[in-house]
């Protein structure tokens, strides 16, 4: 892993300044602190979730409830640390009562998250349930079909792969789905191998709307990505 440039550091910091003063959608309103994401500026493996919870809002930080405590738990499993990875959310903000995102909130930070991986370049991006999974890939095959297939992609003319995997927080609530986060997990080490430089996927081009506010370019809202369950888990 190469270290991330200055120029991409004074970037990302700067599109962190941008996100905590973020008034693009509603959630302006409702939210205690925006969450922009944070870990290593040139981090191989990027992490995808839904949208900042309860402690996320206080903090100002990426998954530090329980599901990131067992976000960490994983992380050890294959010798990572969170500072190793990136860790963001399709969403800034917290919605009210962690109720689903609404498409113009997708829309609206959509921008962010595409400048985000624009600047890491990481060579796999792991999403955490349906919406993440549904964003980036924009396949709208729910996360219990597509779990743990790794999948070519492109963006903005880096190839890199799509993991996605179960939220978290999905085996806090099923305790059975822990065995098959666990066993997806053990996986990234080894995909994380095979992409590296030179040994990129032939990945089909991500879709590329035409540039939103704040960015020259944002990945669209999936279809049907309004309907997807309570956390985006399944």
């Not at 909130?105 to 919406?131: D, S």
């Not at 806090?172 to 990234?188: G, I, S």
Request: proline residues 11%; glycine residues 8%; aromatic residues 6%.
């Amino acid at each position: 892993m190469a270290p991330a440039t200055d120029d991409a550091i004074s970037a990302l910091d700067a599109l962190r300044a941008e996100v905590e003063a973020c008034t693009l959608c509603e959630l302006r309103v409702t939210r205690t602190r925006s969450v922009p994401g944070e870990g290593d500026p040139a981090a191989d493996l990027l992490f995808v979730g839904e949208a900042p919870g309860y402690h996320e809002d206080q903090q100002g930080r990426p998954f530090v409830g329980q599901a990131g405590k067992l976000l960490e738990q994983l992380l050890a499993t294959i010798g990572l640390t969170r500072e190793q990875v990136f860790i963001a959310n399709v969403l800034k903000s917290r919605p009210p009562n962690n109720r689903d995102p609404k498409p113009e909130e997708i829309a609206a930070c959509q921008p962010y998250l595409w400048r985000q991986i624009e600047l890491i370049k990481p060579k796999v991006i792991c999403t955490l349930g349906n919406f993440a999974t549904k964003l980036l890939s924009g396949d709208p095959a729910g996360i219990t079909k597509v779990h743990g297939r790794p999948q070519p992609l492109q963006v903005g003319g880096h190839s890199l792969y799509l993991f996605p995997i179960f939220h978290p927080a999905a085996a806090l609530y099923t305790p059975a789905m822990l065995a098959t986060l666990k066993e997806d997990f053990l996986r990234l080490p080894e995909l994380l191998r095979h992409a590296a430089p030179g040994d990129e996927p032939a990945a089909a081009s991500a879709p590329m709307p035409a540039p939103s506010p704040g960015s020259d370019s944002a990945p669209p809202a999936s279809a049907g990505a309004g309907e997807a369950e309570q956390l985006g888990l399944f």
